[in-house]
C-alpha cells in the first residue's frame, strides 16, 4: 500500500504523432532559387548593402515589394536598420539550409523536449518571419509603427552585439516544453511556503532582472499579435521587449493543461511606455544583456470552480515553477485580467506551488488595491507553519467567492483557529 504522501505516477502516457517540421522557403527549390537570384541581382546593382542609406527608398520599394511586405510610414525603420543589421538579415536568409541542414522539428502536444538552437539560428529564423517566409509572419505586425519599431531595434540591436562580440551568434537559445506526467497529492504535502519578496509599486515582470520571468500566456502564444489592433498587455509587452519570444508561434504550435514552456537565452531589446492602447516603442534598453528565462503559463479562463480547476492551476504553476538552477521567479496578477481569475485566490496558488517546487517568489503587485493584504497573510503563514496541506484544504473551502473578496482574512481566521493550529 503506497504512503498518501507519495507522488503517483500518472498511468496514461502521451501518445506520439509524426513530427512536424517548420516549413522552410528553400524546401521548394525552385521558388528557393529565385529568391536567391533575386538578392544577388539587387546586391549586384547595388553593392554593398551598408551604403544603402542614402538610396533607402529605392530599395524598400524594390525589396519590400519583391517579398510582398508592404510598410506604411518610414518612421518604424532609421536609416541605420536599412545597412549593416539589414544585410545581415540578408546573408542568414541565404545560409538557412546551413543553419538548417536537417530542418527543424517543432514541439507538440503532451510530449516533453528541447529545442537548441543558437542566437544566430534565431536571428535566421526572425529574418525570414520578417520577410514574410514562414508560417508566423510580421508583415501586419510591421505595419503598426510602434510595432515595427520594437521589431527593427530588435535586428538592430543584434547586429551591434555580433559586430561587438564575435562570439555573440553562438550563444546558446533553448526552447523546452515540459509535461507534467506525475500527479501531486497537494492535500497530503507537508512543506512550507518559500521565500517571497513583494513589489508594491508599478514594476513590471521584465524589470526583475534577476529572475526567471513569468508570461500570462495565451494556450498560443502570442496573445493578440500579430494583430496590429490587440489590446497590448503583459504576454504581447513581453513579445515587443522579448522579440526573439516571436519563435515561439512557430515551434510551440498550442500548451496543453499540464505544460508549460520555457524559454531560456532572451536578450531584451526594448524599452517601452504605457500599456494597452497607449503602449509605445522608447528606446533601446541598454541596461544588461542577460540571457534571461521567460515562462509560458496559461490560466484556466474564468478562474477556479471546483477541486479540479484548483488543481489544474497548481499543477500549471508546478511545472512553471521547478527547477531552474536556484534563481527565483517572478510573477504576479496571473490569469486576472480578460481571464476573470480571483487576484487573492491566484496568489494562493502560486504561493502553494512554488513551496511544493522549491522556489522563491518574486511578485509585482503592480498597485492594485485587489491583492491588499498580501504581505500579512504570506507572514502569517509562514509564522505559524501552515502547510501546503492546511493551505490547500482551506482554499477548497473558499472557492465561492468572485473576482473580489477578502479570501485572505477568510483563510486566515479558518487555520489560526486555536484547534486547527495544535494540527
Not at 510598410?71 to 545560409?95: D, H, V
Not at 541542414?101 to 502536444?109: I, K
Not at 527593427?152 to 550563444?171: L, T, V
Request: hydrophobic letters at 35%.
Amino acid at each position: 500500500m503506497k504512503d498518501e504522501d507519495e507522488e503517483e505516477e500518472i498511468e496514461d502516457r502521451p501518445i506520439i504523432h509524426d513530427k512536424s517540421k517548420v516549413p522552410f522557403p528553400w524546401n521548394n527549390k525552385n521558388e528557393w532559387k529565385e529568391l536567391i537570384d533575386f538578392i544577388e541581382e539587387w546586391k549586384s546593382l547595388y553593392g554593398d548593402l551598408s551604403d544603402i542609406s542614402n538610396r533607402k527608398e529605392g530599395f524598400k520599394k524594390l525589396m519590400f515589394k519583391s517579398f510582398n511586405l508592404e510598410i506604411k510610414g518610414t518612421r518604424s525603420f532609421p536609416n541605420e536598420f536599412f545597412g549593416g543589421p539589414l544585410q545581415l538579415m540578408l546573408e542568414k536568409i541565404i545560409a538557412g539550409p546551413l543553419l538548417f541542414p536537417e530542418g527543424l522539428v517543432m514541439t507538440y502536444v503532451n510530449f516533453p523536449s528541447v529545442i537548441e538552437l543558437t542566437k544566430e539560428k534565431v536571428f535566421c529564423l526572425m529574418s525570414l518571419s520578417f520577410f514574410g517566409l514562414l508560417r508566423y509572419n510580421f508583415p501586419e505586425l510591421l505595419t503598426n509603427p510602434e510595432y515595427g519599431q520594437c521589431m527593427a531595434n530588435y535586428y538592430i540591436r543584434m547586429y551591434k552585439e555580433a559586430q561587438n562580440d564575435i562570439n555573440w551568434m553562438q550563444k546558446p537559445f533553448n526552447i523546452e516544453r515540459r509535461v507534467l506526467h506525475k500527479k501531486i497529492n497537494w492535500e497530503f504535502s507537508s512543506k512550507t511556503l518559500k521565500g517571497l519578496k513583494i513589489f508594491e509599486e508599478k514594476i513590471g515582470i521584465e524589470d526583475l532582472r534577476d529572475a526567471c520571468q513569468i508570461n500570462f500566456a495565451d494556450p498560443y502564444p502570442g496573445g493578440t499579435l500579430p494583430s496590429t489592433h490587440g489590446d497590448i498587455v503583459q504576454e504581447e509587452i513581453l513579445f515587443l521587449v522579448y522579440p526573439e519570444l516571436f519563435i515561439t508561434c512557430v515551434l510551440v504550435p498550442r500548451i496543453d493543461t499540464r505544460e508549460s514552456i520555457v524559454v531560456s537565452g532572451l536578450t531584451r531589446t526594448n524599452k517601452y511606455k504605457g500599456y494597452q492602447w497607449s503602449f509605445s516603442f522608447a528606446g533601446d534598453f541598454d541596461k544588461d544583456s542577460n540571457a534571461i528565462t521567460v515562462i509560458h503559463m496559461d490560466a484556466l479562463p474564468g478562474g477556479e470552480r471546483d477541486r479540479q480547476s484548483v488543481d489544474r492551476e497548481l499543477n500549471k504553476a508546478y511545472i512553471s515553477f521547478i527547477n531552474h538552477g536556484g534563481k527565483p521567479v517572478a510573477t504576479g496578477h496571473w490569469g486576472c485580467g480578460a481571464f476573470g481569475g480571483n487576484h487573492q485566490r491566484k496568489a494562493i496558488i502560486q504561493l502553494i506551488a512554488a513551496a511544493e517546487a522549491e522556489v522563491d517568489l518574486q511578485y509585482t503587485t503592480y498597485g492594485t488595491r485587489h491583492i491588499n493584504g498580501l504581505q500579512e497573510f504570506y507572514s502569517l503563514m509562514i509564522q505559524n507553519h501552515i502547510t501546503i496541506s492546511q493551505l490547500y484544504r482551506a482554499l477548497l473551502n473558499h472557492l465561492s467567492w468572485g473576482r473580489g473578496g477578502a479570501i485572505f482574512s477568510e483563510i486566515q481566521r479558518e487555520l489560526l483557529r486555536p484547534e486547527i493550529k495544535k494540527e
